[in-house]
């Protein structure tokens, strides 16, 4: 188990810009999931994939959003035309078949300026 | 729609103290209840969980949580805390019918004193 992995750790990009994220789950679990985190406040739900199936999405995430997982293995995060207001800890986290306990990456943390 | 409310945002304690976090949380139907614990520096990992059966549950590190479903409450508590214990708690529920969402308290911060 080598844990969830996330790239890169830390984003600082101007106002405007297109930024992508990368996540690694643990390689035997089939959920994904990525969650954004602001100071304060817990981690809030964006979206999840069961394999290469993306089958939720939050309301919160906007049309510049954009998730994928395309051979159900890692996933990428894409947030374009960035705004202030994206500035957070994007958390993803794996899961293993039904099981509801999550496994976390240590984020990346986004700075718009 | 669910919440959850975790009572205390910062607490502090001296090494040894006994420790009691709250947490409460509205949903009517059959949840899953989790504690997750952010150490500085380091990624969310879950404490302990409950899904079903006993209503009090061990976790790692001596920390136990208890589920009263008439309060919806999952407070998690430890006998005697360590400096090492210093971190930021999180409560997270889930609610079985639905997705596979969690959501999420606002965190508590504890600080052990040495």
């Known amino acids: 188990d080598t844990g969830v992995s996330q790239n890169p750790r830390h984003k600082i990009t101007k106002r405007g810009q297109n930024v992508t994220f990368r996540c690694d789950p643990i390689?035997?679990?089939?959920?994904l999931y990525w969650y954004r985190q602001t100071l304060g406040q817990g981690p809030e739900f964006l979206t999840y994939f069961q394999n290469e199936a993306q089958l939720e999405k939050s309301r919160l995430l906007s049309d510049r959003f954009s998730a994928e997982r395309p051979k159900g293995s890692f996933s990428t995060l894409e947030i374009q035309r960035t705004e202030q207001g994206d500035s957070a800890m994007y958390l993803c986290?794996?899961?293993?078949?039904?099981?509801?306990?999550?496994?976390f990456g240590n984020g990346t943390r986004l700075t718009v300026t | 729609a669910q919440s959850v409310s975790q009572h205390n945002h910062h607490v502090i304690l001296s090494e040894a103290a006994s420790l009691e976090l709250g947490c409460n949380y509205s949903?009517?139907?059959?949840?899953?209840l989790f504690w997750y614990v952010q150490y500085p520096g380091q990624h969310l990992q879950l404490l302990l969980k409950?899904?079903?059966?006993d209503p009090l549950v061990k976790g790692i590190k001596g920390f136990e949580a208890e589920f009263i479903k008439s309060k919806f409450s999952f407070n998690l508590r430890k006998p005697s805390v360590q400096w090492s214990d210093t971190a930021e708690y999180f409560c997270?529920?889930?609610?079985?019918?639905?997705?596979?969402?969690?959501?999420w308290g606002a965190g508590t911060k504890l600080i052990i004193k040495p």
């Open positions: 949903y009517g139907g059959t949840v899953n």
């Open positions: 997270a529920v889930n609610a079985v019918d639905s997705n596979y969402q969690l959501i």
């Open positions: 986290a794996s899961s293993r078949g039904d099981s509801r306990a999550l496994h």
């Open positions: 390689s035997e679990h089939n959920r």
């Open positions: 409950y899904f079903s059966g």
